[in-house]
């Protein structure tokens, strides 16, 4: 391995797939080996996430990274200086403490994000092995499955549906490039089926169909006959997965849903979800009440979480103290993994460690704000988390993630492994 101290680090502002400013970081090391990353961006977040540093004011609609970038080009450049890019886990700490807040808001997530990524891809360089081999040191992985967006919602299309994200995971594949090949037949039937009745009308934030639908069961009942259209047995061959992303709509026990023009107690949102599980082949339903709702958590995981994988991301925001509570209080099966949402390469380890030590399903996660970079491709393999969430299944920023694990699945030949329907994470 050649000298991995680092021996500069430059931000630069790029654009993510909405058009707005981001971070890019270089990190180069004595040894001559570059690591690059970009921070993506969120639009539903939850409150105990990281946070992104914006400028505010009327430029670019106050997005611009000024600042971030100045961050990353000054202060966090100094105190990384030298420093054992080797040693991933003491950078990260560097950058925590200097930030000095409990949500990284005074040098911005997306500054320590970029930064922090960016010296993994370096020192995995320096090593001259992929990074996804990098990580695994030696360690069995498998080939994640996959989590595609068909029909977007909520915040990634301007809440024209209340669900966020209408999904299929095909748990009946053998590969995942037969999972891909499942998956592009359905949302071709699903293209197909809306531009039958009139209700073509583009894509939203993540790749997904526009849900031009008069209720969100409407997107179900669509969602499963683009099974049937494209010839597969809904269950088995290729089930749903929800993103409810009830934070957007529910606070204090109660949840509005526009769409359906009423309001819901918890226990009213537990059965209407419940309702759905036995009407639809759903195994997956990502924050099925809000952030607020511990105590829905757990009667939704007691309730269902033996036929469906229930996921914690706003309620648990990648953060391994909170995943270990949520183990305790049964408050879920399964936990969303998402690098900016943590803030540093380390944490977001730390957290899916602590899914899989609870016995959840580990998904690591895209945002609906997304670029080029892959990064999280090589962490869901090298870290075999077993599932992967990217978006939909169009938009090069989507596809670039879907096709280098393609890349990487073809390179193990015969020992690539898929994790398939075992990766699920459920109630036992």
Request: charged share 25%; hydrophobic share 45%.
């Amino acid at each position: 391995m050649s000298d991995t101290r680092i021996s500069s680090v430059r931000g630069r502002r790029v654009w993510d797939s909405r058009g707005r400013p981001t971070v890019e970081v270089d990190v180069t090391l004595k040894g001559g080996a570059l690591g690059r990353a970009i921070a993506p961006a969120g639009a539903s977040m939850g409150s105990g996430e990281a946070v992104d540093l914006r400028d505010g004011g009327v430029k670019l609609g106050g997005y611009d990274v000024g600042r971030a970038v100045s961050a990353v080009n000054g202060e966090i450049a100094a105190v990384l200086a030298g420093k054992d890019a080797a040693d991933q886990a003491s950078i990260d700490q560097a950058m925590i403490v200097l930030d000095g807040t409990t949500n990284k808001g005074r040098l911005g997530g997306n500054a320590i994000v970029a930064t922090s990524m960016a010296v993994l891809h370096a020192a995995a360089a320096a090593s001259g092995i992929p990074l996804w081999q990098h990580l695994a040191q030696g360690r069995k992985v498998r080939i994640p499955l996959p989590e595609i967006q068909v029909f977007g919602g909520g915040a990634h299309a301007a809440r024209r549906v209340d669900i966020q994200d209408f999904m299929v995971m095909c748990p009946g594949a053998s590969s995942f490039a037969q999972a891909l090949e499942w998956t592009a037949e359905v949302y071709l039937a699903a293209g197909s089926i809306m531009k039958q009745a009139g209700k073509l009308q583009g894509v939203a934030d993540e790749g997904g169909y526009w849900p031009a639908f008069r209720s969100n069961e409407e997107a179900l009942d669509t969602l499963v006959a683009s099974i049937l259209k494209a010839g597969f047995k809904g269950g088995d061959d290729v089930a749903i997965s929800l993103d409810v992303a009830a934070s957007e709509f529910g606070k204090n026990g109660t949840y509005t849903l526009a769409l359906d023009d009423r309001k819901l107690d918890t226990s009213a949102m537990i059965d209407m979800l419940g309702r759905w599980c036995e009407a639809y082949p759903i195994i997956s339903i990502e924050d099925p009440v809000a952030e607020d709702d511990a105590e829905g958590f757990a009667a939704f995981t007691r309730a269902y979480g033996d036929r469906c994988q229930v996921i914690g991301d706003d309620f648990l925001v990648t953060n391994a103290d909170r995943v270990r509570k949520a183990a305790a209080d049964g408050a879920a099966t399964a936990v969303l993994i998402k690098p900016n949402q943590a803030g540093t390469v380390t944490e977001t380890r730390a957290a899916l460690d602590a899914g899989k030590a609870a016995g959840f399903g580990t998904i690591v996660s895209a945002r609906s704000g997304e670029t080029e970079d892959v990064t999280i491709v090589p962490l869901a393999i090298g870290w075999d988390a077993g599932q992967l969430k990217v978006g939909s299944f169009s938009r090069s920023e989507r596809m670039a993630k879907w096709n280098e694990c393609l890349r990487i699945e073809e390179a193990l030949g015969r020992d690539a492994v898929f994790a398939g329907r075992g990766a699920l994470g459920f109630r036992r």
